[in-house]
């Protein structure tokens, strides 16, 4: 027998069962017994698929029927489909539950930086010579005058959003891949964020461009230091868990650590986008500075209450932002 004669001979068998397939995606489809015949047609035409490699290995003929048999396979098992009921679980439980339980480092983190982008500013206000020793004068006026302002409409909206996202998002991972080095780079990322802001901010103020300051960095900065405060945070504690790691064996802390630290970024890749169409399209519009500022805090407020509302829930149902909790135990190779 040869393949054509195979294939007309098998092939009535291969259409009922992708038919039964289609249907099975409905239950209340499937009749009596229509089950236990896709069980036995997707027997079948695994062994088909199994002869016709053999014999007469015809890549278009082998490729369908596998993937029919794929597809029933997944019936068959019960295999879960990873597609958007998991990405569901992702941005209702594994993301905010892997910050919610990392919320005390969010927090100390947060208000180290704010402290030190603070104590920065209030130094270059009230001193004069740190004025002179960071930025030659002209450089500041034209700081004052133009620079600050027009950098958020420096490109048009869309290109200038694309590239602030893209720094962002590296930032972001810098800080928490900093982490695996003890959080030392992590510590770097933060302190020069932290002092890059003072320092502008001291200058604005020292010209008398404070209100300027303030309303062009609230609108997008609420949420876009937020997701820095938890990027460094993420990454202090990786660096935390090489030093300590509790109860757990050293490779162990870290390897939770790091699957959470993943999470997180993928997470603050969304968040980030928010932001950045915030700070390209919100920023630098000539929308009155309540409207702009109130903007963004309702994106941040929706982010502080993603992070609350819904870790808070996932944590108390079992969640840690790692492993589901029935797969948690398995940190252990076996046979």
């Known amino acids: 027998m040869d393949l054509d004669a195979y294939t007309a001979v098998h092939r009535p068998e291969w259409d009922r069962l992708a038919e039964l397939v289609r249907r099975a995606g409905r239950p209340r489809r499937l009749r009596d017994g229509e089950l ?4 036995d047609l997707y027997q079948r035409a695994a062994t088909h698929l199994s002869v016709i490699r053999t014999r007469w290995p015809e890549p278009t003929v082998v490729d369908g029927l596998a993937a029919r048999v794929t597809r029933a396979r997944a019936v068959v098992t019960g295999s879960r489909d990873p597609g958007w009921p998991a990405v569901g679980r992702f941005l ?8 919610y339980v990392r919320r005390r480092w969010v927090v100390a983190t947060a208000l180290l930086c704010i402290a030190l982008a603070a104590a920065t500013g209030l130094w270059i206000v009230h001193s004069p010579s740190a004025q002179d020793a960071l930025l030659p004068r002209a450089d500041v006026r034209n700081l004052c005058d133009s620079d600050f302002r027009n950098y958020y409409s420096s490109q ?7 590239q602030v996202w893209t720094n962002n ?13 003890l959080g030392l780079p992590t510590l770097v990322a933060l302190a020069y964020n932290a002092l890059n802001v003072g320092v502008s901010g001291g200058y604005l103020s020292s010209c008398g461009r404070s209100g ?6 609230l609108p997008h900065g609420m949420l876009e230091l937020s997701t820095v405060f938890v990027a460094g945070a993420v990454g202090l504690r990786l660096g935390w868990s090489v030093i300590d790691p509790g109860p757990r064996r050293r490779t162990e802390a870290l390897a939770a650590e790091g699957r959470s630290a993943i999470a997180v970024s993928l997470g603050l890749i969304l968040a980030l986008a928010v932001s950045g169409a915030i700070e390209a399209f919100v920023t630098p519009s000539g929308w009155p500075a309540a409207v702009r500022i109130g903007i963004g805090a309702l994106a941040w407020l929706a982010f502080v209450g993603w992070i609350v509302i819904l870790g808070r829930r996932a944590v108390a149902g079992g969640a840690t932002g790692d492993l589901e909790p029935a797969l948690a135990a398995d940190l252990a190779p076996v046979a």
């Open 212 to 217: 300027e300051f303030w309303t062009l960095i």
């Open 36 to 39: 236990d015949e896709l069980v």
């Open 92 to 99: 209702t439980v594994t993301f905010p539950a892997a910050v």
């Open 169 to 181: 998002v590296w930032v972001a991972a810098a800080a928490i891949a900093g982490g695996v080095l």
């Open 156 to 162: 048009p909206a869309s290109s200038f959003a694309a």
